[in-house]
């Protein structure tokens, strides 16, 4: 049984950094993509960063792009979003999720259909 267990979110304040993780557990991640994706109350649920399998192809939604940073360290099972200058839109719970394909290439936060999902960590930004 594959988890996804996130860590990492908290208060921040607007303009700061903070770095969430997602260690999966129950399968190796060389062939899955790894998706960052975020939901505020109310809202839809967005797809905001992903890394492919390979660890070569990264892709960011326009809300994020230059400000958040994706990476994945497949020895540790374990995903990370760097995410700097942080805005009061950015207040959400973020969650990680797999999607194993045999395509290491493939990266598209557009996807929303993932096999494994995590149960969120919060993130606050507020003065």
């Known amino acids: 049984q594959t988890q996804l267990v996130e860590s990492g979110g908290g208060l921040v304040q607007p303009g700061g950094s903070a770095s969430l993780s997602c260690v999966v557990s129950g399968e190796g991640l060389d062939w899955d993509a790894i998706f960052w994706f975020r939901q505020a109350p109310g809202k839809e649920r967005e797809g905001i960063s992903c890394?492919?399998?390979?660890?070569?192809?990264?892709h960011y939604a326009d809300s994020v792009k230059g400000r958040f940073t994706i990476s994945r360290d497949n020895a540790k099972n374990t995903v990370y979003l760097r995410m700097n200058n942080l805005r009061p839109k950015d207040t959400a719970v973020y969650y990680c999720?797999?999607?194993?394909?045999?395509?290491?290439?493939?990266?598209?936060?557009?996807?929303?259909?993932?096999?494994?999902w995590g149960k969120g960590t919060l993130v606050n930004v507020s003065s």
């Open positions: 999720a797999v999607k194993p394909t045999f395509v290491r290439t493939f990266c598209d936060v557009r996807s929303l259909s993932m096999d494994f």
């Open positions: 890394v492919s399998a390979s660890g070569a192809n990264t």
